[in-house]
């Protein structure tokens, strides 16, 4: 009833009057320039017809973000929040040269760890920074702040603030923690003692206090939002809210009138005796749901079809069901001769449709007929390590590039070598030598191996003289990788980096992040490392450590704290008042256990493998060796380790040739 009163057109003026005040009392505040958009602009957005595009935002937000972007496409390895907070500090005139001036000859001042690590710090997308991270109009902050104030009344507007600032004012990465102070207040505490309140996450979609349900003209209830006065954070609500809910409901929708088709005419088939039986389950279907193979015209429900190619995707049948000529299904009908025919690729399309996630198994099942082709056909195959895309090796060493020359200046050297070696004290050692080699070169297993590897190494330098980054052309990943290694490009990219720095990285940065407190009038990130709970930015902003309030005013400041007697340095709770304690601390142990154990799961996620126990101590001991034997000769050789066949074969080839 509402919601037909918003779409139709108000009688009176007293309806006119109760809407307004109603919507004034539950919407929350925009500032006054949005006033007049608001009035043609639905109260409720059920639609994505109903968003308004998004404004222009000001020329000083578009400066900002051009800034940003450059910078962060000049210092890829740096977070964007060091950037943001820099181009706040200095002034418009020439800060994006004063700013790239200070980073490279001072970097640790600025930077102060904030690194990014492994697979973040590529440049290789479309968009450098996000729309998460780039600078926000008073627009989207005003409407932030005003949206944050409705639902969480029971906190402060400086804890908000300060909030919102650590997340850039994206409101659905700052709620989590929103929610977490909320249920700290005392506000929380009476409603949950007395209503039975508990905490809303992001995992109850249907129950998220964002999204209200309004019935539709036809009686059924829809999910809406609240429109916040800026079509920015409105469309962002909306796809991440609403979307997800509106394909739900769509995919539900289909199955079940997919359903009902399927037995109403199955109904009206039974009646007039006109099912057909499937030659390999037996079982009576309808006509709709058959097919027949492509010989001897056994008949083959849908369901035997969508079975078979299911097992054969993701079972042990490929090799006895599938064609990889034709890509089509071998007829499975029980028959006395095994039949020869096959059910055609459109009618395994037909039959899938039918299946939850069919889609995604006709997708798994063209990429393994096309890997079969690909390995069948024995040409040279670069993979883009991130998804299934695959290119020709040709592509990256043409036939006609230039071939490699011997190194004429190197050529004095590797004589003089030689002479040095077939001298005494070591002609024995190198007549020996060459023995073994002439004996292993008569076993034809070793040269086709010596044969493969130099052949490889020569790969390899052909493409180093080309260059090794290999961008993936599939739309869906984009992701550049180096054709060495094959990891993440990174500029500078330095192939078989340890994989330990990486995860050493993560670790450090999930460690800090969630520490860390961000001023919400300069923006400056920091971390109390010691002392009171009462923070003062160099700015000369003050807040609470705990409950993150503007503690500045003339009657806050230390009053904001527990004034009740306790020795100093005493962190436990006051037993008689809900105040902050001005020596309170946050179990940083625990909050640092589990970043670590986050950090260290997403890595293990992207490596798939686990750490080994000398890899542990390579972690705790700060980066010591992960020997603790005496010096050998392994340590003795660049790198500390023996080189592998690999390396050996390199190194002859860059040597020998230019």
Not at 280 to 308: L, N
Request: with cysteine.
């Amino acid at each position: 009833m509402f919601l037909s009163s918003l779409l139709r057109p108000s009688s009176g003026r007293s309806a006119s009057r109760s809407n307004k005040s109603k919507s004034s009392r539950d919407s929350p505040e925009v500032s006054p320039s949005r006033a007049r958009s608001l009035d043609y602009s639905p109260e409720y957005l059920a639609d994505e017809s109903q968003l308004q595009p998004a404004n222009q935002p000001p020329q000083d937000v578009l400066d900002l973000n051009q800034n940003l972007e450059m910078l962060a496409g000049l210092f890829p390895n740096i977070q964007v929040e060091v950037f943001r907070e820099m181009l706040a500090s200095f002034s418009e005139e020439s800060r994006l040269f004063i700013i790239t001036d200070k980073l490279l000859k001072n970097p640790g001042e600025f930077v102060k760890g904030r690194r990014r690590a492994g697979e973040h710090a590529t440049s290789d997308s479309t968009t450098i920074v996000s729309r998460a991270e780039a600078f926000r109009t008073t627009e989207y902050k005003d409407a932030v702040r005003a949206l944050a104030m409705q639902e969480f009344k029971g906190i402060s507007k400086s804890s908000i603030d300060a909030v919102l600032s650590e997340y850039n004012y994206s409101y659905l990465d700052a709620r989590p923690t929103l929610v977490d102070l909320s249920s700290r207040s005392w506000k929380f505490a009476i409603s949950s003692l007395f209503f039975r309140r508990k905490t809303v996450t992001f995992a109850e979609a249907e129950t998220h206090p964002l999204i209200i349900w309004t019935p539709s003209d036809h009686g059924a209830m829809i999910p809406t939002i609240k429109a916040t006065g800026s079509s920015e954070l409105d469309r962002e609500l909306f796809e991440e809210l609403i979307m997800p809910l509106r394909r739900r409901e769509r995919l539900a929708r289909e199955e079940s009138d997919r359903a009902l088709a399927v037995s109403l005419l199955t109904e009206e088939a039974e009646a007039v005796e006109s099912t057909y039986e499937c030659n390999c389950c037996y079982g009576d279907v309808i006509f709709e749901e058959i097919t027949v193979c492509g010989t001897d015209g056994h008949m083959v429900c849908f369901h035997c079809v969508q079975h078979s190619i299911t097992e054969a995707v993701f079972g042990q049948s490929w090799q006895r069901s599938i064609d990889k000529i034709t890509g089509g299904l071998r007829c499975p009908a029980v028959a006395s001769t095994e039949c020869e025919g096959c059910i055609s690729s459109e009618h395994i399309h037909r039959a899938m449709r039918c299946v939850k996630n069919g889609d995604e198994i006709v997708r798994k099942l063209d990429q393994r007929l096309a890997e079969h082709g690909l390995i069948s056909s024995g040409l040279p195959l670069i993979r883009c390590p991130f998804c299934s895309y695959v290119e020709i090796d040709d592509l990256y060493v043409p036939a006609h590039a230039r071939r490699p020359k011997l190194r004429m200046s190197n050529l004095p050297t590797i004589i003089i070598t030689f002479i040095c070696f077939i001298l005494p004290p070591f002609s024995i050692p190198t007549l020996i030598l060459c023995l073994v080699s002439a004996v292993l070169c008569l076993n034809r297993s070793f040269r086709e191996y010596a044969t493969q590897q130099i052949k490889a190494a020569l790969d390899r330098y052909q493409r180093r003289r080309r260059g090794l980054k290999f961008t993936c052309q599939n739309p869906s990943c984009a992701r550049s990788s180096c054709l060495s290694c094959s990891k993440a490009w990174v500029d500078i990219h330095v192939c078989h980096e340890s994989s330990l720095v990486a995860l050493r990285t993560q670790v450090e940065h999930a460690m800090s992040m969630a520490v860390k407190r961000v001023c919400p009038r300069c923006s400056t990130s920091f971390v109390k490392t010691a002392g009171c709970n009462k923070l003062t930015c160099p700015c000369g902003y003050k807040m609470c450590y705990v409950c993150r309030k503007d503690i500045g005013t003339a009657n806050e400041g230390y009053q904001h704290f527990c004034q009740h007697f306790r020795p100093e340095g005493d962190g436990r709770r006051c037993k008689e008042c809900n105040k902050c304690n001005l020596w309170e601390a946050e179990n940083t142990d625990e909050i640092l256990r589990k970043a670590k154990a986050e950090a260290e799961r997403k890595w293990r996620e992207c490596e798939k493998r686990d750490l080994s126990d000398a890899e542990k101590a390579y972690l705790e001991d700060g980066g010591g060796g992960l020997s603790h034997g005496g010096r050998g000769l392994g340590q003795s050789l660049p790198g500390g380790k023996m080189p592998s066949v690999e390396e050996f074969c390199d190194l002859i080839i860059d040597t020998l040739f230019m």
